[in-house]
């Protein structure tokens, strides 16, 4: 099925630095989703977009919708250990074309302290 | 109680066998959703119910799957002549209303389904 241009794969960091990975589609979303996955465990919400171009903070978390509606990033800003885990980018198109989420295929988070 | 539960956590089954997987969505959502994810993947649309009917069944992906939500609480995603490639790990998640622009879906812990 369809997934979400997700990038990078994986990223090993230093405790302490600023970490951003983005998501791209070939189609519009209406909402973008920033979700977190630790293991044995389903994925947790970090964030939600609903407008094009919204910038939103949740803590040191920064996320942004693209203008296009194709894309979004997630930054997160000085890095700590429990900020390892899997993150995952999804996109909803919402009220006329369902609620199903779409999701990308994951960066893994390594925080080395 | 206060998040989605899934049971079984773990579940190891035969090739050509039949499983049932349940999910218990949070008290009061109406919208339930089943996704599938492949180790190393993010989770994959299966179905979503908006009460007791399938609001949206395009991901299931052929007829030895099945789900029901008689009650539009409680659901059972029902594999049929299971195959080592159903292997994956099974999510459920439920949301307050679905269609709206604010509809959080949250998820359980997923089951563990493991066809040998």
């Known amino acids: 099925g369809q997934q979400l241009n997700q990038s990078p794969q994986s990223m090993f960091i230093q405790e302490g630095e600023d970490v951003s990975m983005n998501c791209t589609s070939s189609s519009i979303f209406n909402t973008w989703l920033w979700y977190k996955q630790d293991p044995g465990e389903g994925p947790v919400l970090l964030i939600a977009l609903y407008k094009a171009g919204e910038l939103t903070s949740n803590g040191r978390l920064t996320a942004q919708f693209g203008i296009t509606r194709k894309d979004s990033f997630l930054n997160i800003s000085a890095s700590i250990p429990s900020d390892v885990g899997i993150y995952f980018c999804a996109g909803q198109r919402g009220e006329t074309s369902g609620s199903r989420l779409t999701f990308g295929e994951g960066t893994q988070l390594t925080v080395n302290p | ?116």
Request: charged fraction near 20%; aromatic fraction near 12%; include cysteine.
């Open chain 2, 1 to 116: 109680g206060a998040g989605v539960s899934q049971t079984p956590s773990n579940k190891v089954t035969e090739k050509g066998k039949y499983v049932e997987l349940r999910c218990d969505p949070i008290s009061g959502h109406t919208a339930l959703y089943w996704y599938r994810q492949s180790l190393g993947q993010g989770p994959e649309f299966l179905i979503y119910f908006q009460g007791t009917g399938a609001a949206d069944d395009s991901g299931l992906p052929n007829d030895r799957f099945f789900a029901v939500r008689p009650e539009g609480s409680v659901s059972t995603l029902k594999i049929q002549r299971t195959e080592r490639g159903d292997s994956a790990v099974y999510l459920c998640a439920s949301s307050f209303l679905a269609g709206t622009s604010t509809d959080t879906q949250y998820f359980g812990p997923g089951t563990r389904l493991t066809v040998l």
